[in-house]
């Protein structure tokens, strides 16, 4: 057995996650997601960077996050019609997601159209929404720490690695004529110790390792986040309104638990009023009742949970949201996208920064060429709508939050390995971030610690 792979994506970024294996010539990948951020990153969305999508077998997926699984629906537009594997949380995550990013790209082509900007006479979508309906009806759900047989030659299971609801790395066994090989591709891993979920599944040897370095250069401080949360709350709403731009999968939820709690222990306003304006994170938030197992929030019983306190209001119609913008004190608006990339974010971005009443709080990495890396890098304007928007308003941070495992948490797990890999790839991170790691591991004997760059290919077993 003869194993090739190719990285189209996450490669020296942390973004547009896509792993092509070739086994025996037959092609397979692991995780297609879609490039965000900059201009020059999403182009390659564009550029099919995936060969004849309609001559690979499956794709295995280890979590629903846009980066990792938002390509789906353009590889089945060109032509997919295999299995998409992943646990059974992912695959609910995916009929949100992947439905809303159809819609987002429909609307986005329209809006270039009647704009004017795109290069194209008639802009198209990369991809619609029935592409990702066509995407949902192949996907195929598995169970944690069972063995799923793809066929006679491939194993895999998926483990727990504690990011987001559903989250898995994936162990894929290659079994030979003479032997059996595995290759281990981490996915995006949780931190060790956190409110949300397990610490991610421990692993102790491998023949090949695929790890992520998002914080692979950095620690969050270690603090108590709920109580820095309540008094960054304290000061903001006293006169004015707290803006958190927040992703929809995860983050929101975790910040709604934080506020339960802090509620519930009277250290923020008994009169406080939370508005969660994002009609995507309020449908994931419904899937934490589903799928309790997946997670540690408490979750008080069958009908009612801490998503349900009386003082949270979710928004759903457009109207409402509108409405938000007159409201002046004592109040907490969440909103996606995090980095403030799309979504209704951007028109409370639009009326709030200008505000010096105002606050706004990042509780999520943002990615280089985000609006919302500009504005927490102190820029005095920024360009939203097309209009160039003063930033005004009092701009915090909490750390702590990541879903992702930062560099203590990551040395942490890589050093329960009692065999070290054989060949090990750092992806998922930028460049610094998978240089430190790259350095920490060859100053601990890891010997073949690979940085790839994107396209690039690498034989991984000949003749197993």
């Keep these: 057995m003869d194993v090739e792979i190719r990285f189209l994506g996450a490669a020296k970024s942390v973004t547009g996650s896509k792993y092509l294996l070739r086994i025996d010539g037959e092609a397979y990948m692991v995780d297609c997601g879609l490039f965000q951020g900059p201009s020059n990153m999403r182009r390659r969305n564009w550029e099919d960077v995936v060969e004849h999508p309609d001559k690979i077998k499956e794709v295995f997926l280890t979590h629903a996050h846009i980066d990792h699984s938002g390509y789906l629906p353009r590889l089945v537009k060109k032509g997919f019609k295999g299995k998409i594997y992943c646990t059974k949380a992912t695959a609910a995550l995916l009929k949100i997601m992947l439905l809303d990013a159809g819609k987002l790209q429909e609307e986005e082509a329209k809006w270039a159209y009647k704009k004017g900007y795109s290069t194209h006479k008639n802009p198209e979508p990369l991809f619609t929404t029935k592409d990702a309906e066509k995407c949902l009806e192949l996907v195929h759900t ?73 914080y692979g250069d950095r620690n969050t401080p270690d603090i108590d986040p709920i109580s820095a949360f309540g008094e960054i709350i304290n000061e903001a709403v006293a006169d004015g309104c707290l803006i958190i731009p927040s992703f929809a999968v995860g983050r929101t939820q975790q910040i709604l638990y934080y506020l339960y709690r802090l509620h519930k222990n009277k250290q923020i306003p008994e009169n406080i009023r939370v508005f969660v304006d994002s009609p995507m994170a309020i449908n994931v938030t419904a899937l934490y009742k589903n799928f309790k197992s997946d997670h540690k929030l408490e979750i008080e019983d069958k009908n009612h949970s801490v998503f349900d306190a009386a003082f949270i209001r979710y928004i759903n119609a457009q109207e409402d949201s509108i409405n938000l913008n007159l409201i002046r004190k004592n109040t907490i608006i969440i909103s996606a996208s995090g980095m403030v990339t799309g979504g209704r974010i951007l028109h409370h971005m ?83 971030a998978a240089q430190a790691l790259q350095n920490h591991l060859v100053s601990e004997e890891w010997s073949n610690v690979i940085i790839p760059d994107f396209l690039e290919s690498f034989k991984l077993f000949q003749s197993i």
Excluded at 409 to 432: A, C, S, Y
Aim: with cysteine.
């Design 142 to 214: 598995c169970e944690y720490d069972q063995t799923v047989l793809v066929n006679d030659r491939i194993q895999l299971v998926f483990r727990n690695a504690g990011h987001i609801l559903g989250s898995a790395m994936i162990e894929m066994k290659l079994i030979g004529d003479n032997m059996s090989k595995e290759i281990l591709f981490s996915g995006d891993l949780g931190k060790h110790k956190q409110h949300m979920h397990e610490a991610p599944f421990v692993k102790e040897s491998t023949d090949v390792l695929l790890v992520e370095s998002t």
């Design 350 to 432: 639009y009326h709030r920064l200008p505000n010096k009443k105002d606050t706004i709080l990042f509780v999520g990495y943002q990615a280089e060429g985000t609006k919302g890396r500009e504005i927490l890098s102190g820029e005095n304007d920024v360009s939203i709508f097309g209009i160039n928007v003063p930033v005004k308003a009092k701009i915090r941070e909490l750390d702590g939050l990541s879903a992702h495992a930062d560099m203590k948490d990551l040395h942490q797990w890589l050093g329960n390995f009692k065999e070290k890999p054989k060949r090990t790839f750092i992806v998922h991170g930028e460049e610094m």
